[in-house]
């Protein structure tokens, strides 16, 4: 059974970059879009981007778009979100799931605060 597993989170300046990585376990990656979402205290979860399964195809969210971008490894079975000139407001948790959809399997979480 597919498992996700998020990493990367942490404490960032604004203006500062982080990379997320979404490791997979369990089954293969090749098959999935892979989808980055965020959610903030007390907010709706929100799409930031998904990616095709083989990498061709990624869409972001308007509020990401030319600030973050998402990548695969398909051999090392892990999805990466680069995220450059944070801001405040992408403060948030980012979960990757396997699917563009947030009901599909996600992993726990990583924390991303973005403060001076």
């Known amino acids: 059974q597919l498992q996700l597993v998020e990493s990367g989170g942490g404490l960032v300046q604004p203006g500062g970059s982080l990379r997320l990585s979404c490791a997979a376990s369990g089954s293969s990656l090749d098959y999935y879009s892979i989808g980055w979402f965020r959610q903030a205290p007390g907010k709706e979860p929100e799409e930031v981007s998904c990616?095709?399964?083989?990498?061709?195809?990624?869409n972001y969210a308007n509020s990401v778009k030319g600030r973050f971008t998402t990548s695969r490894d398909n051999a090392k079975s892990t999805v990466y979100l680069q995220m450059n000139n944070l801001k405040p407001e992408d403060t948030a948790v980012y979960y990757c799931?396997?699917?563009?959809?947030?009901?599909?399997?996600r992993g726990q979480g990583t924390q991303v605060t973005v403060s001076s």
């Open positions: 990616i095709s399964s083989r990498g061709d195809i990624a």
């Open positions: 799931a396997a699917s563009c959809l947030f009901s599909g399997t």
